[in-house]
């Protein structure tokens, strides 16, 4: 079954994923669809710094959109801030520095925004990483897992708040078609079980953000949910994680532009706002969340279970920052003689 599944998707990225793929989809557009000024919203891009995230940056800043740009690299994110509003014009472009592969960093972060924030109108996770060998963070999770399905559950968990304070709140998450050769391995989440295929790892975390934006559509009406595919895209962590990939698909491979034209489409568009919540996407249009005869769909069990082991890692997260807290306001303390 799995080398089906990889044929299979394969097969489907050559016709769909490719540069060609979108130029022959984006023929049928709405002309008008981008033509939206957000002037007054506001927009929190993880990643922004560079490829996707910076594309869609771009793009929300040239219609007038305040953007938080979440980075892990002061460096490269003041570049691109310059970059942005120098070709944008617009002055409204934020830094915040914040790897989002440090899980209690990220809730830090989130919980510090909604209290010094009014609103928030758009949240679109677009960080991730590929890594090869196993490494765990400071809390003790798997580093792919950490960035790609923890840092996009906490930041999100803790922003929701601040976005039902929103005029049409929407939250957007950058996945991967990678994801239709895996299904939800419940019963191990941080891949400790078998040796650690990178590219399997990613596709599985992948997966598991699709899992996710059903979960908060279905908890959360208020809020418009999506996650979608970028296509194959030519960033620089696809050249950094891919390189034979890479350097395969050479010119065959989307612009950062183009990756990004959905992600815009979703934030911004009045009919994106309008499509049913919770749904993956592909060039503007929803597509299967699985391929045909994969298996790989979850029970409503292994969903709970899921999102129940999800909110117990937040749970310890957060406790750990309280008791780091505390520990650092204990040793401010003067001690008395």
Not at 38 to 55: D, L, Q, Y
Not at 152 to 160: A, N, Q, R, S
Not at 254 to 277: F, H, I, N, P, Y
Request: aromatic share 8%.
């Amino acid at each position: 079954m799995s080398l089906y599944r990889n044929a299979a998707w394969f097969l489907n990225g050559i016709h769909q994923y490719t540069r060609k793929g979108y130029e022959a989809t984006s023929k049928d557009f709405e002309p008008q669809a981008l033509n939206a000024s957000v002037v007054g919203k506001s927009f929190m891009i993880t990643g922004a710094n560079s490829g996707i995230g910076r594309a869609a940056a771009m793009a929300i800043a040239k219609k007038g959109g305040t953007v938080h740009m979440v980075c892990r690299n002061k460096e490269k994110a003041e570049e691109a801030r310059e970059d942005i509003i120098s070709e944008s014009g617009n002055t409204e472009i934020y830094i915040h520095i914040v790897d989002m592969s440090e899980t209690r960093k990220v809730l830090e972060f989130a919980t510090a925004f909604r209290n010094q924030h009014a609103s928030l109108h758009v949240l679109i996770n677009n960080a991730g990483c590929m890594v090869h060998r196993r490494a765990v963070n400071a809390e003790g999770l798997e580093m792919s897992f950490a960035t790609n399905t923890m840092g996009v559950y906490v930041l999100t968990k803790y922003l929701i708040p601040l976005l039902q304070k929103s005029w049409d709140p929407r939250v957007i998450t950058v996945s991967s078609g990678g994801m239709l050769v895996e299904k939800l391995r419940v019963y191990d989440l941080q891949s400790e079980n078998g040796p650690f295929d990178g590219v399997m790892v990613y596709a599985q975390n992948k997966r598991q953000q699709v899992v996710l934006t059903q979960q908060w559509a279905n908890a959360n009406p208020d809020i418009h949910f999506s996650v979608m595919h970028p296509g194959w895209v030519d960033t620089p962590a696809v050249s950094t994680s891919m390189p034979r990939f890479h350097q395969m698909m050479g010119d065959r491979l989307r612009t950062a532009e183009q990756g990004a034209d959905t992600v815009v489409w979703l934030a911004v568009s009045k009919a994106a706002g309008r499509r049913r919540s919770g749904q993956f996407f592909q060039d503007r249009r929803p597509v299967p969340t699985h391929l045909p005869l994969a298996w790989t769909r979850s029970s409503a069990e292994e969903t709970q279970s899921f999102m129940a082991q999800l909110e117990t890692l937040a749970r310890d997260i957060q406790s750990q920052a309280v008791a780091q807290l505390d520990t650092a306001q204990e040793s401010s303390e003067p001690q008395s003689v």
